[in-house]
């Protein structure tokens, strides 16, 4: 075997660049603190439970989705029976009307791009330029 050397060494390499993320995490302090997010609202409840909104948000938001554009159902029932209408910008930004506060952080945090303001109005936040006007 001639070039032994170059084809360990680049296995090597290889092996290093693949296992990077698994000695990496292993190494780091962890995955950090979760952002506090500021919720401004006089509401206690939510369309569904807490932990499920942290976990599966953007579910339920394809649900709603898929339901009025292909349906034409405008109605959500939550789970004690309470109708929501099925409305990013009506029924969500109500309560999480602060979208940097809020949504952005969380989904810095977790490294997702969502798609939401390709269709939706983005929310104008107080104090801004937009605002202004």
């Not at 390709?118 to 929310?123: A, G, I, K, L, Y």
């Amino acid at each position: 075997m001639y070039d032994g050397g170059k084809i360990l060494a680049g296995l090597l390499v290889f092996v290093i660049l693949a296992s990077f993320p698994l000695w990496y995490n292993a190494v780091a302090k962890g995955p950090g603190t979760p952002p506090e997010l500021k919720l401004v609202t006089d509401s206690k409840e939510c369309v569904a439970d807490k932990n499920y909104m942290r976990i599966a948000h953007m579910n339920l938001l394809n649900q709603w989705r898929d339901e009025v554009v292909r349906q034409g159902k405008r109605w959500y029932v939550s789970s004690n029976g309470k109708q929501y209408e099925m409305n990013l910008s009506g029924t969500c930004m109500n309560c999480h009307s602060n979208k940097s506060e809020f949504c952005d952080r969380c989904h810095t945090y977790a490294s997702v791009a969502p798609y939401c303001w390709d269709c939706h109005v983005e929310p104008v936040e107080p104090g801004s330029l937009a605002d202004a006007h």
